[in-house]
């Protein structure tokens, strides 16, 4: 009885916006753990932490720009990913308070073209359409025009063309998806012959004084204060490269940069912060507009629940509600882009905000918003597990640095200490590919052969050694291995057509051994 007592005096102090841990020991705690994680190159960006719309705390870390050595600092803007959502929903949250539209309505009554005639437009606002996401629509048109840039304009086009069903009755089941957003943004420009990019700018962005926030457009990507988005080139050496010159994500960052409404919003740590008081003093919508926003949605009457990386947790309109409200009543969402990861949470109980920003997709990012949000808190909300590390990676790097007997050596030491290390089929192979593209034939043999042997139902990973033999010039394994893959999975298209574009270049070499 008194642990419950002592439990409820703590809650009745926080819920008055005080902590069990003093502001500066708060402030210490958190630049501790960001010292660590900045001088281990695992965040790089910003955090801002307000209470009761004061500043608690704001650190920069790390580099705008790495090759120009430019700093970040409170005016960089970084892009926001998918936390870009709640400002569509918001959009169409505000016109449907001034009634133009119906959320029940069927969006094929606004947008004639739209081939789905029973979906509408809250279950587009609450990913329940079961609609094909960018990636079904895209990659095909992408696959046979390599240059092409697609944006809005073309989603209702690719939908007819492509011509695939839904993956389930509308509204019966839950599923995250990128193209409902975007025609949620072709909406708005439907009903106010407004470019989405405009409307956001009037009825968002100025009323909310986010100065320097802007919808990614080709007048504003040279802007000087934007942050170059960064990932790993190559896990097994860990340097980073920018997004321009990834091949790995231009289907993303190049061919589908254009799409509007589910991403593309340019943000400050202090703008957001900026737009979160506009939510509470009522600038934007209506109060009961939304709490519209924060009700869970309901299918069949039970309420939409994911398990994610920050917990359990149902979906409004535009927004992540944490199922756990032992500390409070959350609302959040995060964002990912290439190169670029969000996290924004609102604690509405206490009115606290914790905003941070990353340009380098750093691996201790989602650590950094659990610690920070536990720190401020006082508690701890957001579990923190020793993280495991990647055999794979460490493998990997051995294999690079000290050759293929000391690499297999380590990994059979290691292999089964599953309380230290986990394996991942796909990284594995992905490494191994990474070795291949560096031209280190012999390590991506190794790696993609140990691949082989450690998986040997995934038509995968004969499918990437057979491009290792191709690549080291041992064409009739690797029409062997090319065979395998494509008897295991008859839709491997790619490994059909290397399979004949090899045979047409060595005619006389035919598989066996």
Request: glycine share 8%; no cysteine; proline share 0%.
């Given at each position: 009885m008194k642990g419950k007592f002592t439990s409820i005096i703590?809650?009745?102090?926080?819920?008055?916006g005080l902590s069990s841990v003093s502001a500066q020991n708060v402030q210490k705690r958190l630049d501790s753990l960001f010292f660590i994680l900045s001088t281990g190159k695992s965040f790089n960006g910003n955090v801002l932490v307000a209470e009761q719309n004061k500043i608690l705390y704001k650190k920069s870390v790390g580099y705008a720009n790495i090759a120009k050595a430019t700093p970040n600092n409170d005016s960089t803007t970084f892009q926001i990913g998918s936390l870009s959502k709640t400002f569509t929903a918001l959009a169409i949250l505000q016109l449907w308070e001034k009634k133009k539209i119906p959320l029940d309505a069927p969006y094929q009554k606004y947008v004639r073209d739209f081939p789905y005639s029973d979906i509408t437009i809250y279950q587009l606002l609450s990913h329940t359409t079961g609609l094909p996401d960018k990636e079904q629509l895209f990659f095909p048109l992408i696959d046979a025009h390599p240059d092409e840039q697609f944006d809005n304009n073309d989603i209702l086009s690719a939908i007819k063309a492509a011509n695939i069903p839904l993956a389930f009755q509308p509204g019966t089941e839950w599923r995250y998806n990128n193209i409902g957003y975007a025609l949620l943004a072709l909406l708005v420009e439907k009903l106010t012959a407004q470019k989405f990019a405009d409307y956001l700018q009037t009825y968002i962005f100025q009323p909310a004084n986010m100065k320097d926030t802007f919808l990614l457009s080709q007048d504003r990507t040279k802007d000087s204060r934007q942050a170059t988005?960064?990932?790993?080139?190559?896990?097994?050496?860990?340097?980073?490269?920018?997004?321009?010159?990834?091949?790995k994500v231009r289907r993303w960052s190049y061919n589908m940069r254009g799409f509007n409404g589910p991403t593309n919003i340019i943000s400050t740590s202090s703008d957001l912060l900026n737009f979160d008081q506009a939510l509470y003093d009522g600038k934007l919508v209506k109060p009961q507009t939304l709490q519209k926003a924060f009700e869970p949605t309901r299918l069949k009457g039970k309420m939409v629940s994911n398990e994610g990386e920050f917990g359990r947790s149902s979906y409004g309109l535009g927004w992540e509600l944490p199922s756990d409200t032992t500390i409070g009543r959350l609302v959040m969402h995060t964002g990912r882009e290439p190169?670029?990861?969000?996290?924004f949470i609102r604690d509405l109980t206490h009115k606290r905000t914790i905003i941070v920003m990353d340009n380098t997709e750093g691996r201790e990012f989602g650590k950094a918003c659990k610690e920070t949000f536990n720190i401020v808190s006082g508690t701890n909300f957001f579990p923190i597990h020793k993280q495991k590390s990647s055999l794979?990676?460490?493998?990997?790097?051995?294999?690079?640095?000290?050759?293929?007997?000391?690499?297999?050596?380590?990994?059979?030491?290691h292999r089964f200490d599953t309380a230290n290390y986990f394996m991942d089929e796909r990284e594995l192979n992905e490494l191994g590919l990474e070795l291949l593209n560096d031209s280190c034939y012999k390590e991506a043999l190794d790696a993609l052969k140990l691949c082989t042997i450690l998986y040997p139902d995934s038509w995968n990973t004969y499918d990437s050694y057979g491009k290792a033999l191709y690549k080291s010039g041992q064409i009739r394994e690797a029409i062997s291995m090319y065979q395998k893959s494509i008897s295991m999975n008859p839709q491997n298209e790619p490994g059909k057509e290397m399979l004949s574009m090899i045979k047409r270049e060595y005619p006389n070499i035919t598989a066996g051994l």
């Open positions: 703590l809650y009745y102090l926080m819920s008055l988005g960064y990932l790993i080139r190559a896990h097994y050496m860990g340097d980073l490269e920018s997004i321009a010159d990834s091949k190169g670029f990861f969000t996290f794979f990676l460490s493998y990997a790097k051995t294999l690079y640095e000290k050759g293929s007997d000391q690499a297999i050596t380590f990994f059979n030491l």
